[in-house]
């Protein structure tokens, strides 16, 4: 299974972009990077994800280095709303017909006023 | 477009009860379902692999025969969680991979989670 690492905590001013930072150094080269949030007593919330292209949407911007070996989301303009934790997740191994996330630990990303 | 539900949200019970939880694709068809828990200030652990018309797929770890997973249509799955204790106190989340889609990939959308306290 592809394995990610992600910093555990960060911190962002209100307004300030926000850089979070993943590294995937074991991705294969069809597999995908998707990326989820978690507010606090909430499931998980679809960001975005990517295979080898940048891409951009209504929420953020998702970089993917050339070799893949790591990624990084951006929220332009971090509100106090984005305050949650940031999962980075490459999808794991094929069982039952279909692959499986694997978690990692997330980062912790706190907007301040 | 891909909204996921889970009933109830909360749920507390008495110890040797079972409790069933659902999760509902709302808006598509969901041939599979993942079953995960998380404890507090702990990541999601995938529980088990739900496709709809067949058994389960457990982790490892994970009792089977606690843990009764049922996926009877293409948007709807439930976890029953069978003669509780307060160590199945958790949240409870699900997920379903919409094969609708047409670009190929795997994404999954995460209903709300169910907390369940056992007492």
């Known amino acids: 299974d592809a394995k990610t690492t992600q910093p555990p905590s960060m911190d962002c001013a209100e307004g300030r972009a926000a850089n979070l930072p993943c590294n995937h150094s074991t991705i294969s080269g069809n597999e995908y990077v998707y990326w989820y949030r978690q507010i606090h007593s909430q499931g998980p919330q679809y960001i975005i994800h990517?295979?080898?292209n940048n891409e951009t949407n209504e929420m953020a911007s998702l970089i993917i280095t050339e070799d893949r070996k790591s990624s990084t989301l951006i929220l332009p303009h971090a509100t106090l709303r984005d305050t949650a934790v940031y999962y980075c997740i490459v999808r794991g191994r094929f069982t039952s017909g279909t692959y499986k996330y694997i978690f990692g630990t997330g980062t912790r990303l706190k907007v301040l006023a | 477009g891909a909204v996921v539900s889970q009933h109830p949200s909360r749920v507390i019970c008495k110890s040797g009860t079972s409790v069933k939880i659902e999760c509902r694709s709302l808006?598509?068809?969901?041939?599979?379902m993942f079953w995960y828990r998380q404890f507090p200030k702990q990541s999601l652990m995938l529980m088990a692999t739900s496709n709809e018309g067949s058994k389960a797929t457990y982790e490892q770890g994970v009792e089977k025969d606690k843990f009764l997973i049922n996926h009877a249509s293409l948007t709807l799955s439930t976890l029953t969680v069978t003669s509780a204790h307060p160590e199945d106190s958790s949240f409870y989340i699900c997920?379903?991979?919409?094969?609708?889609?047409?670009?190929?990939?795997?994404?999954?959308?995460f209903g709300p989670g169910t907390r369940l306290t056992v007492l």
């Open positions: 808006d598509f068809q969901a041939t599979t």
């Open positions: 997920s379903a991979r919409d094969y609708g889609r047409t670009e190929v990939t795997d994404t999954q959308y």
């Open positions: 990517g295979l080898k």
